[in-house]
T-cell receptor, first 122, second 113 residues
């Protein structure tokens, strides 16, 4: 299967600081990656779609200035939580779309997920 | 009506039981159907995916898609305590790279030793 690496797995930061989370597709290229947020005992909530070489598309209600997304290469997308506050504490998960790179996987609209990042803002 | 409905459970079964998990959907454009397993504090892990209708088997897992009824199922045979997790169904339409997944709410399965 395709592998998506997410780092860090857990981060604790002080209120007002910024935190960067990285998402890498290790064995495939992905022009499209996705960022989710998950609250305890709830399903995943899509925050934004990250497109390589262009601006991210944010879901309604997600502050683009708060959650900065950069997709600078076909294997890396980053999410920066700026000026984090305790209400930003959550589980953040990225995914990469298998069917958007080269090789024979084009068209397979299947997402593989990273292991997630637990953010705790004090 | 929500696009994807999944029984929220929770579900508890004895070890060795056959588990049946189901989702229904309303969007006829969905063509990719996936089942993810998520352990506590981990990202979802892709278990099975099916394109369009049909069955797919992988070890103890069988995925079924009935597009005429807009109904998908995941069967787990000889369930093990290690299968205890939350199971999410997800689906998407083949509209290109930006296609979003639509998830069910997930069902938490507990397999008792």
């Amino acid at each position: 299967g395709a592998v998506v690496s997410q780092h860090p797995s857990w981060v604790i930061c002080k209120s007002g600081t910024s935190v960067k989370i990285e998402c890498r597709s290790l064995d495939f290229q992905a022009t499209t990656m996705f960022w989710y947020r998950q609250f305890p005992k709830q399903s995943l909530m899509l925050m934004a779609t990250s497109n390589e070489g262009s601006k991210a598309t944010y879901e309604q209600g997600v502050e683009k200035d708060k959650f900065l997304i950069n997709h600078a290469s076909l294997t890396l997308s980053t999410l920066t939580v700026t000026s984090a506050h305790p209400e930003d504490s959550s589980f953040y998960i990225c995914s990469a779309n298998l069917g958007t790179g080269t090789s024979g996987r084009v068209g397979k609209n299947i997402q593989y997920f990273g292991a997630g990042t637990r953010l705790s803002v004090l | 009506q929500k696009e994807v409905e999944q029984d929220p459970g929770p579900l508890s079964v004895p070890e060795g039981a056959i588990v049946s998990l189901n989702c229904t959907y309303s969007n006829s454009a969905f063509q990719y159907f996936m089942w993810y397993r998520q352990y506590s504090r981990k990202g979802p892990e892709l278990l099975m995916y099916t394109y369009s209708s049909g069955n797919k088997e992988d070890g103890r897992f069988t995925a079924q898609v009935d597009k005429s009824s807009k109904y998908i199922s995941l069967f787990i045979r000889d369930s093990q305590p290690s299968d205890s997790a939350t199971y999410l169904c997800a689906m998407s339409a083949p509209t290109g790279a930006n296609s979003k997944l639509t998830f069910g709410k997930g069902i938490t399965l507990s397999v008792r030793p």
